[in-house]
């Protein structure tokens, strides 16, 4: 088992446009969640997924991001229009629902909006 | 809603000696998890130790323990015989009714020699 992989690792983009990342989960967890983390702060919930479905979106999730796991495997979350706020780390988390609600975290997408 | 928090910004530690680590916690719920997870600078987010709120015996992994309080709502972490390796943020965490994890503020831990 690989773990919990993100692509890319990085990414800096320009104000205004559209940047777009992957998470791979763990291969028999059927939960998949979505967190950002600003520097010096825990990571904080947007999204998550059972299967393909999307059961819940925190407030953070404005209109500009959206998520989606089209077939209950990798999933992507897109934000549209960035903005200097957007500049944070998103973590992908995966866990299966027959536990005890532990989550496997991945490495993480640094974004830096300029 | 439930909130975690975490009021050591900063704690060091000699290598070879015990800290604790405090988080207590706000929630109305009666079935829940709590969690510590270690973040080391630049790497990625690893699950420490878990406790179940229904579990009065405190959850041990090697040199990692917890002290869980439930009515005190309180969830500290010892680590004992400090290495380098330990030095990382340690947040704590708790899951509940609704799948997602709320996380403290973390704690940095530093480890001396």
């Known amino acids: 088992d690989t773990g919990v992989s993100q692509d890319p690792r990085h990414k800096i983009t320009k104000r205004g446009q559209n940047v777009t990342f992957r998470c791979d989960p763990i291969?028999?967890?059927?939960?998949l969640y979505w967190y950002r983390q600003t520097l010096g702060q825990g990571p904080e919930f947007l999204t998550y997924f059972q299967n393909e479905a999307q059961l819940e979106k925190s407030r953070l999730l404005s209109d500009r991001f959206s998520a989606e796991r089209p077939k209950g495997s990798f999933s992507t979350l897109e934000i549209q229009r960035t903005e200097q706020g957007d500049s944070a780390m998103y973590l992908c988390a995966s866990s299966f629902s027959g536990t005890s609600g532990e989550q496997y975290f991945g490495p993480g997408t640094r974004l830096t909006v300029t | 809603a439930q909130t975690v928090t975490q009021s050591q910004p900063e704690m060091s530690v000699q290598e070879a000696e015990t800290v604790t680590l405090s988080c207590t916690y706000d929630?109305?719920?009666?079935?829940?998890?709590l969690f510590w997870y270690k973040q080391p600078p630049s790497r990625q987010m690893i699950l420490v130790i878990r406790?179940?709120?229904?579990?009065?015996q405190n959850a041990t992994e090697n040199r990692f323990s917890v002290n869980f309080q439930k009515a005190a709502k309180s969830f500290s972490l010892k680590i004992s015989d400090s290495q380098l390796g330990d030095a990382a943020m340690y947040f704590c965490?708790?899951?509940?009714?609704?799948?997602?994890?709320?996380f403290g503020t973390g704690t940095r831990l530093q480890v001396t020699l």
């Open positions: 406790q179940e709120a229904y579990k009065q």
């Open positions: 965490a708790y899951t509940g009714t609704a799948s997602k994890l709320t």
């Open positions: 929630t109305s719920e009666s079935d829940y998890y």
């Open positions: 291969s028999e967890h059927n939960r």
